[in-house]
């Protein structure tokens, strides 16, 4: 009788929307982030969509074991945006490689916009990926 030993080869894989939700969520949790805000494309399909797109205002370039990011957003007026940056970056680092194991090597923060929550409240009624139309959304 001869027995095969056979070597279970296994490879897990994430797609780049995957890693782009992980960090879009994450960063809805930090104080002074109105919105992730996506291209002129984004902004066009955003007119037509009623749910929130977590992914919008994040692009993500996945390897086998490193992750890079890039983000847009809109922050509130009057808040420290070195704090937000900060807060964010360690945020989005925390989560995606506590639930991927994969190594975040480099964040890129676009501000795109500056403004008070009023203005952003104003401006935001029907946008999904506002985080005010999100609080309004939880009750």
Known sequence: MTTENTKLTTKLI?????IKKIAGLASRNVDGVLALEGGM???LTNRFRSDSDPT???EAQVGEKQVALDMTITVEYGKDMRQIFNQLCQRVQQDVERFTGLEVVDI???INDVMSKQEWQEQ???KPN???D???KIK
């Open 124 to 126: 935001a009624s029907g």
């Open 134 to 136: 999100t609080d309004t």
């Open 14 to 18: 994430f797609e780049d929307d995957v």
């Open 130 to 132: 506002s985080t005010v």
């Open 41 to 43: 494309i984004s902004n």
């Open 108 to 110: 890129k923060v676009h």
């Open 56 to 58: 919008q205002g994040v």
